[in-house]
């Protein structure tokens, strides 16, 4: 049986972190996009120092990586949007060349009504939209430390747990993430 793709578009203290997590537990085929810091992540990969433990991954053994000018061969089966929520980051023109007809999209970024603006824009693909409780830092480049909490909370935008974010949770327990898949996640996301 084939595994699940997932491109990690953002290589800092989320996507790094739970990119990485998915990767070593093997249960994903991840792909990162790195678009400042591609040269020093090819050469050293990406060390992650975690109350899960520390462990490097290294490209192109326990993942692929590739600069955000790169397009990919075969369409990911999720994109997971770990970019900080900026005026400056444009979501349509960075997503797009990545987005195959089942791709769905992962916004794994802070912030309340974040998800209007990306449905609207792909209306025909699913959502998910994520809380993560973490304390998690890019210390240096390629360098992720991890020092408290973890979880996450993901559901279907805009309220429901799809079978694609049920079986997104999944592969996030497999990796060892404490996960919730929750039929109301905009109300979860107000809460917090």
């Given at each position: ?32 996009v790195a678009r400042s810091d591609y040269a020093h992540l090819q050469q050293q990969g990406l060390r992650i120092n975690s109350v899960w433990g520390h462990f490097h991954i290294r490209f192109p053994q326990d993942a692929h990586l590739i600069q955000a000018s790169e ?122």
């Amino acid at each position: 049986m084939k595994k699940p793709s997932i491109l990690i578009l953002g290589t800092g203290a989320i996507g790094g972190l739970y990119g990485a997590m998915l990767a070593r537990s093997g249960a994903a085929d991840v792909t990162f996009v790195a678009r400042s810091d591609y040269a020093h992540l090819q050469q050293q990969g990406l060390r992650i120092n975690s109350v899960w433990g520390h462990f490097h991954i290294r490209f192109p053994q326990d993942a692929h990586l590739i600069q955000a000018s790169e397009t990919l061969a075969q369409k990911p089966d999720y994109i997971l949007v770990a970019l900080k929520v900026l005026p400056s980051v444009n979501l349509q023109t960075l997503l797009t060349p990545y987005l195959g007809p089942h791709t769905v999209i992962v916004l794994e970024q802070n912030g309340v009504a974040i998800e209007a603006p990306v449905a609207a824009a792909f209306p025909h693909h699913q959502l998910i939209s994520c809380l993560a409780f973490v304390c998690s830092v890019r210390s240096a480049p390629g360098v992720i430390d991890h020092t408290a909490h973890g979880f996450l909370h993901m559901g279907t935008y805009p309220q429901g747990v799809s079978e694609q974010a049920a079986a997104l949770a999944q592969l996030f327990k497999q990796a060892g993430v404490k996960t919730d898949a929750l039929p109301n996640i905009q109300a979860e996301k107000k809460k917090k």
